[in-house]
């Protein structure tokens, strides 16, 4: 399967080109992703697009076409990944991740092995979870303290809502026993009183200003490093959710100069949100960077105990969560949005968040009739996560509607410590991919990389397995939320398309439309479950540029 160890293998493929060429594909199965004509023999690419799709027997003179065989590997519409962070995914690879590890003494030695090696400046990282830990306790001060002495040092937790610092971070944040959470957070303290090192949601703002801020050749490298690493999963596209808005004139210059190899479909930070809605969505490159949407949060995240929920953890009966914004703040600047013709998309975990949202856009929606909108009816407004939403609340999703932008990923993790965290009643709506989808709501499927791995093939896995890598499932994990093979493919297709107002052009095999094309060395539609994560990809196409192949 794809993991962190094997991402050198994959990236030993051949490197992004911007110089395009006229194809024709075959030689293994090609899923269109197209109801009538959902298979075919042969496709050729012409100046970008798709100019023919079907049996070879009927197929167009190839003359001057460039051959492209599949060697068995499965063809399919470009895979979008739907929900991402493209910094992330690049800061990932460039500063110390502890992914994967295994305990707190096995991140403490991952600590003191990076500080060895980087001894001056503060140290970053991310990627830790302790839900599969022996200790089975989030990091402290304390641990870094002994790992690192005297360093600053600021480790993020895998879902990026908690943040562990060390004593030098935290006296140089000015942090003690007596400072208070700013709303929407939580500074955790010992029976002593004293911070423990973690601060959670809104409280990891108070040490932000820690962290070094790159320049922008750094910057730079940052991205395309996650451009490298996307193209070797086999993404062709990403949603780019809490994209920095001081980073988009970067993003857009990367895609003039042709060091854009994927399509980006930015979600600002809500810093830019005044600015786009009064100068309306921009769109450089021939699509290749769009910005129209302002990624807001509702709450935080269900690992830290942040997602707000109607009931308290059934773990820790003394908190509900965290709400990150009110109905007073957010709905006049939703109502802003729908006037400039923006599109909305807000995190939302917990029940309660997911309630809040659907509520505060209707009642935004109302505020502002459909003839004073640039785009009338169609807001395509996004919840990004609906994670945990109350069966009687599905409703909500259809009827506005909303597009849930959902992380099959999440499911497959959380599937060790939501239980204990919810308690079995609340996991009748939690992760209800094929509810939702059920009901004819757009499920859009994404990663939340570096949240997740970022790996399509786990993403579909999950989706269609509703199990964890290693088969598990557990007891009652609700596998009648697992989804069949076609809507798992248009969680990744179609949908995301649809959810950048790009179903025209993209999301299927079909003439005409833009030659973005996935090719993975397993049939996703026809293998053994257990089958797919051990695949990868072969062939990432966009614009009908080869961006990535493996060797």
């Known amino acids: 399967m794809i993991r962190a160890t094997a991402l050198a293998l994959l990236l030993a493929g051949t490197a992004f080109s911007a110089q395009a060429q006229d194809l024709v594909i075959r030689g293994g199965p090609i899923y269109t992703g197209v109801q009538t004509a959902p298979t075919a023999e042969v496709v050729q690419v012409r100046n970008g697009r798709i100019s023919y799709v079907g049996a070879a027997a009927n197929a167009p003179d190839a003359a001057g076409l460039t051959p492209v065989d599949l060697n068995g590997a499965a063809l399919f519409p470009g895979f979008t990944d739907g929900h991402a962070h493209l910094d992330g995914i690049g800061w990932r690879e460039l500063t110390l ?13 991952k600590l003191a092995d990076w500080a060895r090696a980087h001894p001056e400046g503060p140290i970053i990282g991310r990627g830790w979870i302790e839900t599969h830990w022996p200790e089975g306790r989030f990091l402290t001060a304390a641990d870094l303290d002994a790992a690192a002495p005297g360093r600053v040092v600021l480790l993020s937790r895998a879902d990026g809502h908690a943040v562990v610092a060390s004593s030098a971070a935290l006296t140089a944040a000015g942090i003690d026993g007596a400072t208070r959470a700013p ?26 200003g820690l962290a070094p801020q790159a320049d922008p050749a750094a910057t730079r490298e940052a991205y395309r490093a996650g451009f490298r690493v996307e193209a070797a999963y086999g993404w062709t596209g990403v949603h780019f959710m809490s994209a920095p808005w001081r980073d988009i004139p970067l993003l857009e210059q990367m895609a003039e100069a042709g060091e854009a190899p994927l399509r980006v479909y930015n979600s600002v930070t809500p810093d830019g949100a005044a600015e786009l809605i009064a100068g309306g969505p921009r769109n450089v490159a021939d699509g290749r960077v769009i910005t129209r949407a302002i990624k807001y949060y509702a709450d935080g995240a269900l690992g830290s105990r942040g997602a707000a929920l109607f009931a308290p953890y059934a773990d820790r009966p003394d908190t509900t969560g965290l709400m990150q914004i009110s109905e007073t703040e957010i709905v006049p600047l939703y109502e802003s949005a729908l006037r400039g013709g923006i599109q909305i998309a807000t995190h939302a975990i917990g029940d309660r968040g997911n309630a809040s949202v659907a509520e505060w856009y209707a009642e935004a929606l109302e505020a502002v009739p459909a003839s004073e909108r640039p785009n009338g009816v169609n807001v395509r407004w996004r919840i990004e996560h609906a994670q945990i939403v109350r069966p009687q609340d599905y409703h909500r999703f259809r009827e506005l509607p909303i597009i849930a932008s959902m992380q099959p990923s999440h499911a497959i993790g959380d599937l060790h410590f939501a239980p204990a965290r919810l308690g079995d009643a609340r996991l009748d709506g939690a992760y209800a991919w094929h509810s939702l989808s059920d009901l004819g709501v757009i499920v859009v499927g994404g990663s939340d990389a570096p949240v997740e791995r970022g790996a399509p093939l786990i993403e579909f896995y999950a989706a269609v397995a509703r199990r964890d890598l290693s088969g598990f499932q557990g007891p009652d994990w609700r596998p009648n939320e697992a989804v069949d093979r076609a809507t798992a493919l248009k969680m990744f297709t179609l949908w995301p398309a649809y959810a950048s107002f790009r179903e025209d052009e993209l999301g299927t095999i079909e003439v005409g439309k833009r030659a973005d094309l996935t090719a993975f060395s397993v049939d996703l539609m026809t293998a053994p479950f257990a089958d797919i994560p051990l695949g990868h990809a072969t062939l990432t196409v966009v614009d009908g540029v080869v961006v990535y192949r493996a060797d």
């Open 97 to 109: 991740n502890l992914e994967g590890s295994t305990s707190v003494a096995d991140a403490m030695n």
């Open 183 to 208: 709303a929407g957070g939580e500074i955790l303290k010992g029976p002593d009183g004293r911070p423990t090192g973690l601060l959670v949601d809104a409280a990891e703002q108070l040490v932000a």
